[in-house]
């Protein structure tokens, strides 16, 4: 009866905080406190249980922790415990409780130094979303009528299932790939996390190569795939997709030169298609165009006449597409000014120097410079800049272009 009634003693001496770990109650010489994950969800979570043995002189003896297993929490089949500040993993079991009814997960570990703390750190399983209320129940080893128990209130957040697939041009994992979900990067071409239900970010970079950021949603007990295609883009290519059939239409690209440019007009080129994203997630990739300069003042796109903010990363521009259907995308790449060899907004006598430094040093040169159209940086296009600037050519440069 000694033992019931010390327990019961405890239990009324129980004080708790919703979302709170806390001490509930003081045996002498020692505190406990509890804590859950903030990311606590369905599914395992790492619990930390803290003993502080406030003893000057005196080391609590071989404390047991114990957690009962009330309806919706279980262990898994290891709980990989480690005790904090300690070499080595605990020995564990989940046996009958004498302090509660029921199973519970028991922890055992080494003596706590007289004025230290130890925390242990386990896993247990959450079986469904919602509130919940765990308990930690901690004695010293033979002496379980000097029990403390701390307990924290946590809402267990559903999970869903995300898949991360990066494929190469063949359709097998691509090398050198790694996964970014939520900032947490994971190595390799393929991922399969259970996450909370929600919105989640994932990016990819394979090789050093960068792939914009999707964002993704995922249901409760729900699976989003995510599929990123790694290779050449000769043509317009989605690139991420939450559904494998989001794809450019065939016969739907048309490339060409909108705008030629002269001294006063930006050169301008278009690339525009037709997405077809049934789920409406997707990113399409643009290659530079191979017949207009390198190099560009801006670059703009526009979704079923939206504008939208495309991302650049070395030769390829990408267009975030997040809504269904069959899509018209367009992608704008505004050069410079014919002349302006030093690209610097304006053509003056500081591009023809620039072009005849060029042809002196035998340099290509830029390729603004080449005002005559005729593929080559030339003295001829140094004279004709200067003409201009001099305000005896017109921004066509006389038809010479």
């Not at 279980?74 to 500040?85: M, Y």
């Not at 029990?147 to 190469?168: I, K, P, Y």
Request: net charge negative; no cysteine.
């Amino acid at each position: 009866m000694a033992v019931a009634r010390a327990v019961t003693v405890l239990l009324l001496a129980a004080v708790v905080v919703a979302g709170v770990a806390a001490p509930t109650a003081a045996a002498p010489g020692y505190g406990v406190s509890i804590d859950a994950p903030a990311d606590f969800h369905v599914g395992d979570n790492r619990l930390e249980v803290t003993i502080d043995n406030t003893e000057s002189g005196t080391d609590l003896f071989s404390p047991i922790v114990e957690v009962p297993l009330e309806t919706g929490l279980s262990a898994p089949s290891d709980p990989n415990p480690v005790v904090k500040s300690t070499d080595g993993t605990r020995t564990w079991a989940v046996q009958n409780s004498t302090i509660t009814s029921g199973d519970s997960l028991f922890v055992y570990g080494r003596n706590v130094p007289a004025g230290e703390s130890r925390t242990y750190v386990f896993t247990v399983t959450v079986e469904s979303a919602g509130e919940r209320t765990i308990q930690a129940d901690v004695r010293p080893l033979y002496n379980e009528s000097n029990n403390v128990r701390a307990q924290t209130t946590a809402t267990a957040a559903a999970t869903g299932a995300l898949s991360v697939d990066v494929l190469d041009e063949a359709g097998d994992p691509a090398s050198g790939a790694t996964v970014t979900v939520d900032g947490t990067d994971r190595a390799g071409a393929t991922v399969r996390d259970d996450v909370t239900a929600g919105d989640h970010t994932v990016s990819v970079t394979v090789d050093g190569e960068s792939y914009p950021a999707l964002n993704v949603s995922v249901a409760a007990a729900g699976e989003t795939n995510v599929t990123y295609r790694h290779g050449s883009l000769d043509d317009p290519t989605v690139v991420a997709a939450t559904d494998a059939q989001s794809v450019v239409a065939d016969g739907s690209v048309d490339s060409l030169v909108t705008e030629a440019g002269n001294a006063t007009a930006r050169a301008r080129f278009e690339v525009a298609f037709l997405a077809d994203v049934p789920d409406g997630r997707a990113v399409v990739g643009v290659a530079d165009p191979a017949d207009f300069p390198s190099g560009y003042h801006d670059v703009t796109a526009t979704v079923d006449g939206q504008q939208v903010a495309p991302e650049r990363d070395g030769s390829r521009t990408t267009v975030a597409l997040d809504s269904p259907g069959l899509l018209d995308v367009a992608v704008e790449f505004v050069g410079f000014r014919v002349g302006d060899a030093t690209r610097d907004g304006t053509v003056d006598d500081g591009d023809a120097a620039d072009i005849a430094a060029a042809v002196a040093a035998v340099d290509d040169g830029d390729p603004y410079g080449d005002v005559d159209g005729d593929g080559e940086v030339t003295a001829v296009d140094a004279m004709l800049v200067a003409q201009y600037d001099a305000g005896n050519r017109t921004a066509d440069y006389g038809g010479a272009r």
